[in-house]
């Protein structure tokens, strides 16, 4: 069992940063994913890690946010610029893959 803890997450104005953290208890490296979602939308994948560090992004995130692991740490963070208001969204972090583990989620509201 791998509990997962998000913090970084709170109310920015738009074109603003947030950096997310997530840190995994124990010491087993797993594929890293934040998600997120927002009121009536399905959990969408923002960005994933691999065990050896390869990064993949979704679409709307590709240029903008940057997933990051410390492995020392076991921990992954999401370095995220240029928020849009459309963003703003409970933003999950989950290891193992989708039918893995997942926190408990960490609001990130973009708004003036």
């Known amino acids: 069992q791998v509990q997962l803890v998000e913090s970084g997450g709170g109310l920015v104005q738009p074109g603003g940063s947030l950096r997310l953290s997530c840190a995994a208890s124990?010491?087993?490296?797993?594929?890293m994913a934040w998600y997120r979602q927002s009121p009536g939308k399905q959990r969408e994948l923002v960005a994933a890690i691999t065990t050896d560090d390869k990064t993949t992004y979704a679409d709307a995130a590709k240029g903008r946010f940057t997933i990051s692991r410390d492995k020392s740490k076991n921990m992954v963070h999401l370095q995220m610029d240029s928020l849009r208001p459309e963003e703003s969204a409970v933003y999950y972090c989950?290891?193992?893959?989708?039918?893995?583990?997942w926190g408990q989620g960490t609001q990130v509201t973009v708004s003036s």
């Open positions: 124990g010491s087993s490296i797993y594929a």
């Open positions: 989950s290891a193992g893959g989708p039918r893995g583990f």
